[in-house]
């Protein structure tokens, strides 16, 4: 029989080989967690893909961002002060897909926005009138 110094190395090796295995073990479970957690959020929500992102100059980084995916936002419409959602999808088209700044956030319902578009429109149309009438009284 060994004496409790022979046998301690031998007991501290077969302890560390058991550590290691359950620590490998522990990882494996994580990362299955995360992954369910993963597939479980992409059905759910709308992920954020930072490479297709506007580039910015700005020391910060968007919640979006920093969360990985979008979240339904509520605002008040700016003009007509009703209460709206800003969707999520909404969202990714806006910041993925139009390339609008990641600091900005919808202020305009969409009949405010349709309304405020033909306003512009009709302004424009009576700029470029005026343009013409005086260049062709000037000619």
Not at 70 to 78: L, V
Not at 95 to 104: I, L, M, Q
Request: glycine residues 4%; aromatic residues 8%; contains cysteine.
């Amino acid at each position: 029989m060994k004496s409790s110094n022979a046998s301690r190395p031998a007991i501290l090796v077969r302890r560390s080989g058991k550590r290691a295995a359950d620590r490998a073990e522990q990882l494996r479970t994580e990362e299955k967690r995360a992954a369910k957690q993963r597939q479980a959020l992409a059905k759910s929500q709308v992920v954020v893909n930072p490479a297709n992102l506007l580039p910015t100059n700005s020391y910060g980084t968007p919640d979006f961002v920093a969360r990985g995916y979008y979240i339904d936002r509520p605002f008040n419409c700016k003009s007509c002060g009703v209460a709206q959602n800003w969707t999520a999808t909404q969202q990714k088209w806006w910041y993925e897909s139009a390339k609008g700044d990641v600091w900005t956030v919808a202020v305009l319902c969409r009949p405010c926005r349709l309304r405020e578009r033909a306003r512009k429109e009709s302004a424009r149309k009576v700029h470029l009138d005026g343009l013409a009438k005086k260049a062709k009284n000037a000619a």
